[in-house]
């Protein structure tokens, strides 16, 4: 009877031994999930959400960015700073043939074949833009010579498409907005388009979300700077390009793509017979900048160099461009 009960009470303790094991193993299992939860919910709120409207994913805006897989890089077009030709090297690497033809639509999508950041879900794009093994890049430029830039090339060496394209959106855009400070008439912008002033007090403003008139710091969604992990100068073109190509390393050869098409192959024309044997933008640097720069004095005036100063502020004062200071006349002269 003694070692019947023996049995008994052996039992329950070994059966409420197991009892203990099995509820802390759950319990155990179950703060893993809850702790593996909580950490991918900091994860995801480490990270800004990826939006449709996003400036960067938006496909009615052409601000979102040329995807190439190949070299894992998201590329950022930036008006006035060689973007036409990065359209067209983007293409070669693509293995495109109509990177060297005489086609002036190459900036369209469904002429260039180039794959863009909205061709992808949100869930894919999203990953895109925060993963380190992607290069995410754009080159910036100073907005004094970058506006000049745009003005010589829209309103002056293409004239007739200034008057027939811009100056009706621009009075389109006065009528919808009725801004008391501008004159409403088509007439007034093209008896004014080739006036610089006009171009930067009234075109700049009213037409502020065209790329070639806005600040480039506005061209991406301020949430998505901090995940920018290469930005060029244009001061420092040819460097900062044959950097980055150096940084970037084919899926298909293991070679660079400054080894690939970089390094050579590029002139002054575009010949598909003769491609050339200059590296890519080796002279476009000289080409744009002094351009520009020859001219500050021909079309700025102290007061609207401090315009610019403060209207694309933003482009001057922002903790990624770090642009180099630039000063048309002495301070003197800005604040009289």
Not at 49 to 58: I, M
Not at 205 to 230: A, C, G, Q
Not at 318 to 331: E, G, L, Q, T, V
């Amino acid at each position: 009877m003694i070692t019947r009960n023996y049995m008994l009470l052996f039992t329950f303790l070994l059966c409420t031994i197991f009892a203990i094991i099995i509820k802390r193993q759950s319990d155990s299992r179950n703060g893993l999930i809850r702790s593996s939860s909580s950490l991918r919910q900091r994860a995801l709120e480490e990270y800004p959400r990826l939006l449709h409207d996003d400036l960067v994913y938006d496909h009615r805006r052409n601000t979102v960015p040329i995807v190439n897989e190949e070299y894992k890089l998201i590329f950022f077009l930036s008006a006035k700073v060689a973007s036409s030709q990065w359209v067209r090297f983007l293409m070669r690497a693509n293995a495109d043939e109509l990177w060297c033809s005489n086609e002036t639509t190459l900036h369209n999508p469904q002429v260039n074949g180039l794959k863009y950041l909205s061709d992808y879900t949100l869930e894919e794009a999203q990953k895109m833009m925060v993963s380190k093994e992607w290069t995410r890049a754009v080159f910036v430029r100073h907005p004094k010579p970058r506006l000049l830039s745009a003005f010589i090339d829209k309103a002056i060496d293409h004239n007739e498409t200034f008057i027939e394209k811009y100056c009706p959106h621009y009075a389109d855009r006065i009528h919808s907005t009725d801004e008391e400070d501008h004159d409403p008439d088509i007439e007034y912008c093209i008896e004014h388009h080739l006036e610089f002033d006009f171009f930067l007090y009234n075109i700049t403003r009213v037409m502020h979300d065209n790329v070639h008139f806005r600040s480039l710091y506005s061209t991406i969604d301020e949430k998505w700077w901090p995940f920018i992990n290469f930005i060029g100068h244009m001061h420092t073109l040819s460097e900062d390009t044959e950097l980055l190509l150096q940084s970037l390393f084919s899926r298909k050869n293991e070679k660079t793509l400054w080894e690939n098409i970089g390094q050579s192959g590029w002139g002054d024309t575009r010949d598909c017979e003769n491609f050339g044997t200059e590296a890519f933008l080796t002279k476009r640097e000289n080409h744009h900048e002094t351009d520009a720069k020859d001219k500050l004095k021909d079309y700025y005036t102290p007061e609207l160099e401090l315009f610019v100063e403060n209207h694309f502020a933003d482009d001057l004062n922002n903790p990624y461009f770090h642009i180099r200071p630039m000063s048309i006349f002495p301070k003197s002269n800005l604040e009289e």
